[in-house]
Nanobody, 124 residues
């Protein structure tokens, strides 16, 4: 399993931007997909965005497509989530996750490594 560490959360006004980072350890070399999930208070954790670590392909939840951008810096083993035009409904704890499965998946159950989470708050 990979060791993942998120950073970059915070409080931002509606319409603002934040960039989250997820640093992956060397043990993540078997990872195929890296992804972002989020969990709002009282709700289940849901998929946000994913990327093929060494392939460059990306995919998004409908709720964030066009506002969020996922990217990778292979040289730093770090994944990013650029979040623009943030809305109060984006308030959640954001988690990065990794899976060695060679499938493009949005299912939480397919990811076997998780970061500790970082809080993003967008006041209404």
């Amino acid at each position: 399993q990979a060791l993942l560490v998120e950073s970059g959360g915070g409080l931002v006004q509606a319409g603002g931007s934040l960039r989250l980072s997820c640093a992956a350890s060397a043990s993540a070399k078997s990872t195929y997909i890296l992804g972002w999930f989020r969990q709002a208070p009282g709700k289940e954790r849901t998929f946000v965005a994913g990327t093929v670590w060494r392939g460059g392909g990306t995919y998004y939840a409908d709720s964030v497509r066009g506002r969020f951008t996922i990217s990778m810096d292979i040289t730093k083993s770090t994944m990013y989530l650029q979040m623009n035009n943030l809305k109060p409904e984006d308030t959640a704890v954001y988690y990065c996750a990794a899976t060695p499965l060679r499938i493009v998946t949005t299912s939480e159950a397919d990811f076997d490594s998780w970061g500790q989470g970082t809080q993003v708050t967008v006041p209404s």
